[in-house]
């Protein structure tokens, strides 16, 4: 076999091992559901995306994305029309997130999920004006995010 | 009971005498010929002859020094000629000798005397050596005092109370730009002042008046040609004969080159302080990011693994590839990375030196987020090589040459890894985790393509690049 695959069947210990992390029991316990949305996942950095695809995936949602600049996020907003966009706030090329964020809602009204390592107040305080759903500070774990997620896309379950 | 005229006679002349005898100054009286006729004991005690040692004795010999005594003894003679004697009737200073023969300086009055017809002259004399040190200390204190004040650049100022007007040299002047001719009262300088320091400047001195002290203070004054000037004021209160507060004296430094120097010095400060706080932020940001990407490296290849085991070597292997992309830049304080030292230190691992691994291309400097990105995506094809390519076994060849292509506007890097020598290569039937890893770092962190091929001789991958402009040097 050249290059690693994914793994076969997932033997049951190796399940328990992880299962602990799999945002899909957490939803199922709160048992809120929701149809499947479109989710824009905006993050120059590949693992944190591949974490964020993963919990987008889990929940059953569809992933778009991920952009690793504002130019190209804004760019698949427009094209997609996603529900939400997992925002983060530095970006490739020097771009910005908060920018791309406020330009997306104002444009298609699509609003976002800020997950950054910028958890200080001045950058909260930019943010604000992309009336983002929350705030999610790096590194973040799948619990958190995906209760984020769901909190975002039914504003009226509690 | 009254006195005779003979006893109060007599009683006169023993006040006179008791007098004389107990003048502080030297009282001397010479006759026409210059010979003393009364010594007192000042006058023992300022020239040291006795009484009975002077009297007798030529005057001009005795405490007049050498070259004066014609002068005197022609003077004298003039003046009992024709009755002109410029030097008589008012104080004159002069050098005089003492009996130890050393010189000193006298205040003389000479008045004369007649008495029927007998001509006298009396010379009151006082030691002027004490007074003349002290006048030379006063005129070299004031000489060292305007020295001073002239270093200092102090300005020297005098209030008057009752009339309201204040007096200043002209150091003063220039510095609270007043005109020579300009008159200055209360009010004038009151108005020059900085009204962020107005009032309590003013508060300083009603203070100082009222309990008559003095004050201290550092301010700003509004120059009419320099502007915002800095001064250190001192006043003190000056009083009258009666002891009441008759007005106030100071003095005014310009202290603007130290207050400016010490500004700046503050917004120094402040900047340093900033400068760290955004390295602070910075440092904070990507330690969170690195937190970020290791805790999503052992999750997903926690996903991705057959048993703790495979876990274990994977995630260890990424997270190692992670800190050797740290190192590369930390060596480099994170401004860059030469792209075929990147290469090396992500293949060459463990010592491996000797691996048949070559490279080949111009040098190229990678910016921070480049180097990271691309040395996890070398140690995933390196860790694929190794485990199954051509790395594998001892006849198996890697190359990896690049180059960089595009134009003016846009550079690319262009990427060629090329495995030969190796076991067979069959293609696996569904994209793998590692290939994933590979292209999607490519292509979605650092907006290039990639393309692998596993060929039967071994597996090669093409990847491209965007770059910007300052990233490489060819």
Known sequence: ?158 | MGLSLAEAVGQSQAIASAVVAAAFDAIITIDHRGLIVEWNSAAERIFGYRCSEAIGREMADLIIPPQLREAHRTGMMHYLADSVGPILGRLIEMPALRADGTEFRIELYITPISIGECRLFTGFARDATEHKAAETALKKNEARLRLALDASGAGVWSWDRAGGLITADEAYRTMYGFAADETIDYATWEARLHPDDRELLKRQVEECLRAGSQWLEEFRILHPKLGRRWLAGLGRVLRDAEGRVSGMTGINIDITARKVAEEAVVTERKQAQEAQRLLIDELNHRVKNTLMTVQAMAEQTLRKSKDPAHFVESFRGRLRALSRAHDSLMRRTWSGVDFESLIREQLLVDADQDAPITCSGPDIQLKPREAVHLGLVLHELGTNARKYGALKVPKGRLSVSWSLAGDSARHYLEIKWVETGGPVVSPPTRQGFGTLLIERGIKDSLGGEARIVFAPTGVTCEMRLPLPQAVHSA
């Open chain 1, 1 to 158: 076999m050249i290059l690693e695959t994914s793994p076969r069947a997932v033997g049951p210990r190796t399940a328990a091992v992880w299962e602990r992390f799999d945002p899909r029991l957490d939803r199922s316990r709160r048992e809120s559901s929701s149809a499947k949305q479109k989710i824009l996942i905006v993050d120059d950095e590949l693992w944190a995306a591949l974490d964020m695809e993963w919990v987008v995936q889990t929940l059953g949602h569809q992933v778009i994305g991920p952009a690793a600049t504002a130019e190209k996020a804004i760019e698949l907003a427009e094209r997609t029309r996603p529900n939400l966009v997992l925002m983060d706030i530095r970006l490739a090329d020097n771009s910005d997130g908060v920018a791309a964020a406020i330009e997306i809602r104002q444009r298609f009204d699509i609003p976002s999920l800020f997950v950054s390592a910028h958890g200080d107040a001045i950058s909260r305080n930019r943010a604000a004006a992309a009336r983002p759903l929350g705030f999610i500070e790096k590194p973040f774990s799948p619990e958190s995010l995906s209760r984020a997620i769901e909190a975002a896309l039914n504003p009226d379950v509690s």
